[in-house]
């Protein structure tokens, strides 16, 4: 059974948060080799080259090492993060969802936790769609906010 991880990220994302953005992605790799992460793009409100490289590098260097893990990207449709990795063609590398509604069934099955009853940590039972039974276990990932 793999981890589930959720890590967070609001504001803008340019060149002026390079080596926090670095910093926050590196962190992926420190979830273990199976991990599954969730990457909330929600309250993402621009994002540069400094981010999409920032990305490349985390899954270039998880690829290198034979990590079985995956990045799931969330994003709004109507948002200009949405556009930019459609443009990018970086939905065809990533699994790009709408919104954490529809990311979490499949991030839960891939992570084999669908239907698991386990401590629930993260979302609360209220926040999880009807068709969940139980609540899978999450591991928290702290709210990260790039200091503008």
Not at 24 to 40: K, M, N, R, T
Not at 107 to 120: C, I, K, Q, T, V
Not at 125 to 143: D, G, K, N, Y
Request: glycine share 4%; charged share 20%.
């Amino acid at each position: 059974m793999a981890n589930l991880h959720v890590l967070r990220l609001d504001g803008e994302i340019d060149v002026a948060q390079k080596r926090r953005i670095e910093s926050e992605l590196a962190e992926i790799e420190g979830f273990g080799s199976d991990a599954v992460v969730i990457l909330d793009l929600t309250d993402v409100s621009y994002v540069d080259t400094t981010f999409i490289n920032a990305l490349l590098k985390v899954r270039n260097h998880s690829a290198h090492a034979h990590r079985e893990g995956s990045i799931r990207l969330v994003a709004p449709h109507s948002n200009s993060v949405w556009q930019l990795l459609e443009i990018t063609k970086l939905d065809t590398v990533f699994p790009l969802f709408d919104n954490m509604t529809a990311a979490r069934p499949v991030a839960f099955a891939e992570a084999g936790l669908f239907g698991r009853s386990l401590a629930p940590v993260g979302w609360s039972r209220t926040s999880l769609p009807a068709v969940f039974e139980a609540q899978p276990a999450i591991r928290p990932t702290a709210r990260r906010t790039p200091k503008t």
